[in-house]
């Protein structure tokens, strides 16, 4: 039987490698990813960091299901650089990061193997230069009500050590905070019991609160 997960490993901060095969220079980056949104924009500066570069390469996984990634070998044979790239992304066991690695050819042609090579070996560079952290796996929970019950509620969690990521107390009163998945039964079971005053053992759904509409924004 599976069990679930309750976390994750990514990159901390950006980081650069360097590999050189033949004369080729094969220039990595590794870079922390929160949204897919963000790729266009990554991409991008990498171009305008090394408008000269034969190809500019890249490979990503986003997602603790690890169900959206990507390759790409910008002009490279098919498989030789997208593809190794990823093969590291997957060997370090790391999501929400993406590698990209810019080659500079130096006049001699690497063959297939040799080419998968350098691109594995780069990316591995940049990934062990970076640092490795483990994060959380949870939701991100939206939770809107009257004035009076939200800080009610904001008491309740600080009391729990939840942190209150996005707050507005004036117009559309409401709170943004994150739960870690193993955490979800007991702290909104507290909150419940808290809020409500009633006994734990009265509680059916923890998510049901009184006057309280609850929604993830954010898995």
């Known amino acids: 039987m599976a069990t679930e997960s309750y976390h994750f490993y990514t990159i901390e901060t950006p980081s650069e490698g360097l590999y050189v095969s033949k004369g080729s220079k094969f220039i990595s980056y590794a870079i922390p990813l929160t949204s897919s ?42 498989g030789t650089a997208g593809k190794p790239i990823l093969g590291q992304i997957d060997h370090f066991k790391l999501c929400n990061v993406i590698i990209f690695v ?32 483990e994060k959380p796996i949870g939701c991100v929970y939206h939770l809107a009500s009257d004035v009076v019950s939200i800080q009610i509620i904001m008491g309740t969690l600080r009391k729990l050590q939840i942190a209150i990521d996005k707050m507005e107390l004036t117009f559309d009163p409401h709170i943004e905070f994150f739960v870690p998945n193993k955490d979800k039964i007991t702290i909104f079971t507290k909150l419940k019991s808290q809020y409500e005053k009633i006994s734990m053992s009265d509680i059916g759904d923890p998510l049901d609160i009184r006057n309280c509409e609850i929604t993830i924004i954010n898995k």
């Open 37 to 78: 949104d963000d790729i266009k924009q990554h991409f991008n500066h990498i171009k305008t960091l090394h408008p000269k570069a034969r190809h500019h390469c890249y490979a990503y996984r986003i997602g603790i299901h690890g169900n959206n990634f990507r390759v790409n070998d910008d002009g490279e044979p098919s």
């Open 102 to 133: 810019v080659r500079y050819f130096g006049g001699v042609l690497l063959g297939t193997s040799g080419l998968i090579t350098a691109y594995k070996m780069s990316a591995k560079n940049a990934i062990e230069l970076a640092t490795i952290i």
